[in-house]
C-alpha cells in the first residue's frame, strides 16, 4: 500500500481528470470493471457550479503523436452531479478524488465545500490549469492568484487538496510554491500544453470549434518530465505527475523526476485498460519507492 496525503492506494498509477468515463465504463464493461479496476484511485472529470455545454464541434483533432481537445467542461454543475454521479463513483473499489473549478475564488469554494461534507470523497483537486475557457478561469498562471484561492479554499476543507497546474505559464514550480505555501497538501502536472490543428478544408482556419486546444500524448511528455522535475526541486509536496505515459518505463521516469504518483491520461482512449497494465509493468520494473527522487527541502535562492 502507498500513501498519498492520507490515502491508502493499492499502487501508484491513477487516472488523469477527464480522459476516463467510469460510469461509462461501468456500462461498458459491467462488474468486470469493479474487478480490476485500472486505477488506484479514480479522479472525475472537472465540476463546475453550474452545469456547462461544452466548446463547439469539433473537439478532437488527432496528432502523430497524441491528441488536441477542446472539450470546455461539459458537466451537470454541483447539483447534477451529487444526485446523478457521485452515487455512482462512490461504488468504484478505489478512493474517488473529485476535480473541481470555478470562475471566482467564491465559486470554487462553494465546490470545496459541499465535497468536502461528503464521506464518499476522499480528496478534492483544483482545476487552476484548463486550457479551453476563455476568460477568469485560468488562475493556476500566476502564483499570487493561486496563494488567493487557495487562503478562500483552504479554509473549506480538511480533506487533502491536490493543485493540478498549467505548463502554460512562466513557471509552475512558482506556482506549486505558492500552492504549497498557502496550504495545498499536493500539487498534479501537467495540464495540456496549449495547441492548435488548422481545418485541412478551410484554409486559414482553426479546425477546433474552440479555436485552439490542449496538446496531450507522447507530445508532452518530455515537457512533463522536465516540469515534474522543476517543481519537485521547489516544493517538498507529493506530486502526481502526467503527460504521455504509455508504459511502466515512462511512469517510472516521471517517479525518479519526483512524482510520487503517476497519472495515465490520453493512453487510456485507444486501451481503456493500461492503467493496470502500466502498474504492473511499473510493478515489474523494481520497487520504485526506492528508486524514486527523494522529496528535497525548499531551497531559498531559487524561490
Ligand atoms: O474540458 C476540457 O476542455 C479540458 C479541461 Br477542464 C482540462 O483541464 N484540460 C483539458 O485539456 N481539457
Not at 491513477?14 to 480490476?36: Q, W, Y
Not at 485541412?200 to 482556419?205: I, L, Q, S, Y
Not at 518530455?222 to 517543481?231: N, Y
Request: aromatic share 4%; net charge neutral.
Amino acid at each position: 500500500m502507498i500513501d498519498f496525503c492520507g490515502l491508502e492506494l493499492a499502487h501508484p498509477i491513477v487516472n488523469a481528470s477527464g480522459t476516463f468515463d467510469a460510469i461509462a465504463a461501468r456500462r461498458a464493461f459491467g462488474d468486470a470493471l469493479l474487478e480490476r479496476f485500472p486505477f488506484a484511485a479514480f479522479v472525475s472529470k472537472t465540476v463546475t457550479l453550474a452545469p456547462r455545454q461544452g466548446n463547439p464541434p469539433p473537439r478532437l483533432w488527432e496528432l502523430g503523436a497524441g491528441m488536441i481537445n477542446s472539450i470546455g467542461l461539459p458537466n451537470k454543475g454541483l447539483e447534477g452531479y451529487l444526485a446523478h454521479d457521485l452515487p455512482r463513483l462512490a461504488a468504484l473499489p478505489v478512493p474517488l478524488i473529485v476535480n473541481v473549478m470555478g470562475s471566482s475564488a467564491d465559486d470554487v469554494a462553494t465546490l470545496v465545500r459541499a465535497f468536502g461534507e461528503r464521506d464518499e470523497v476522499a480528496a478534492l483537486e483544483l482545476n487552476v490549469s484548463c486550457p479551453n475557457v476563455k476568460t477568469g478561469l485560468l488562475m493556476g498562471a500566476d502564483p499570487g492568484e493561486t496563494a488567493a484561492l487557495l487562503d478562500a479554499v483552504r479554509p473549506h476543507t480538511a480533506k487533502p487538496l491536490i493543485v493540478k497546474l498549467t505548463p502554460n505559464c512562466t513557471s509552475p514550480a512558482a506556482v506549486a510554491a505558492a500552492a504549497e505555501d498557502h496550504g495545498a497538501d499536493a500539487v498534479s502536472l501537467i495540464n495540456t500544453v496549449r495547441g492548435m490543428a488548422m481545418d485541412p478544408r478551410r484554409p486559414g482556419r482553426p479546425w477546433l470549434g474552440g479555436g485552439t486546444g490542449g496538446v496531450s500524448g507522447p507530445a508532452v511528455r518530455a515537457v512533463a518530465l522536465a516540469q515534474v522535475r522543476e517543481v519537485r526541486e521547489r516544493t517538498g509536496l507529493p506530486i502526481v505527475g502526467m503527460g504521455g505515459v504509455q508504459s511502466g518505463r515512462h511512469a517510472l521516469d516521471l517517479m525518479q523526476a519526483g512524482a510520487d504518483l503517476v497519472a495515465v491520461g490520453t493512453e487510456s482512449f485507444r486501451d481503456p485498460g493500461a492503467g493496470a497494465r502500466i502498474a504492473e509493468e511499473l510493478a515489474n520494473s523494481g520497487d520504485s519507492r526506492h528508486t524514486k527522487e527523494p522529496a528535497r527541502p525548499r531551497i531559498a535562492q531559487n524561490r
